[in-house]
């Protein structure tokens, strides 16, 4: 599900660890300028009780992306999601994956089971 790809925990220790795991599929659909970038950028951003706290995976201008040198090119795959976290709480931690397109002329897809599997998260608390 691509507007609600997040995952929530209440730690039981406020001094735990976080891992964060997952996987998201992506598929470029075409780009409507050649000899140009396409791509998936995705972000995770932590969120405690509702309110923003900081984004854990920045993502970059080029995370999952394809050079296309002509506008019928096409491209899939999957994106492996991975970030640790601090939490300092044992309220509720939600960690949010955000994902947009690199270029407005080259619109994504996320998880649509017509082109392959969707998305997993997964929270793994670490006691310290």
Not at 8 to 25: E, M
Request: proline share 5%; glycine share 8%.
């Amino acid at each position: 599900d691509s507007e609600n790809f997040e995952i929530t925990i209440y730690p039981r220790l406020a001094t735990s660890k976080i891992v964060i795991q997952g996987s998201s599929h992506w598929y470029i659909n075409s780009n409507t300028t050649a000899n140009d970038w396409s791509g998936a950028v995705y972000k995770i951003s932590k969120y405690v009780d509702g309110e923003f706290i900081k984004t854990l995976m920045p993502g970059g201008s080029y995370d999952e992306s394809i050079y296309v040198t002509d506008t019928s090119m096409r491209s899939m795959g999957n994106k492996p999601i991975f970030a640790f976290d601090n939490p300092g709480t044992t309220g509720r931690v939600t960690y949010k994956v955000f994902v947009k397109a690199q270029t407005a002329n080259a619109p994504i897809t996320i998880h649509n089971p017509s082109y392959g599997p969707g998305g997993y998260l997964m929270a793994t608390e670490i006691k310290q």
